[in-house]
């Protein structure tokens, strides 16, 4: 089973990814922790990847999904895989199920969290409280600007997978099990 999570920073895509994975046995694939990974041990498309953003460039989608191909190959992504992070635009969906299909592959579902913006930036604010330090990310205006990315980033994607039937809308300001049932209610759904 292979999944692409959506939603806005502090919507829970991570807490709902480290449960899929200890449930399901699925991992979890963030293109920015690759990259970083990549970049650090100075691999071919890690040299390509720094080079590329010492100079504020995007990384082009064919890297970027030759990534994730070589990532799904290993044995640890056997029983499925929760992308975070990709795709972005229309295009990248379209090469990563082109890229899925020649696997024998496919996105079984496309999970969005959607979630209160105003509650989001007030969750996320206090986020400092939990543990008495604050992010550099968690400042209201921060935050503000980066559901502005995350909106300009994923709105495009969202009529592709809900034409073809596997966007699944989820109220993310529920509680953690309430959001996680329901995300499994999806799953098992797709699966069968």
Known sequence: MNIILLGPPGAGKGTQAKRLEDSRGMKQIS??????????AQSPIGVEVKALM??????PDPIIVQMIENRIAQPDCGKGVILDGFPRTES??????????EQGLKID???LLEVSEE???KRLSERQHEDGSRRADDH?????ARLEMYRKQTAPILPYYEQNGRLNRIDGMQDVETVGRAIDAILDRAGS
């Open 109 to 111: 579902a496309v999970v």
């Open 92 to 101: 990248q969906a379209e090469i990563l199920d082109s890229m899925l299909k």
């Open 31 to 40: 293109t920015g922790d690759m990259l970083r990974a990549e970049v650090k």
């Open 140 to 144: 209201p205006e921060v935050i503000h």
């Open 119 to 121: 509650a989001l930036v």
């Open 54 to 59: 010492e100079k504020g460039h995007f990384v």
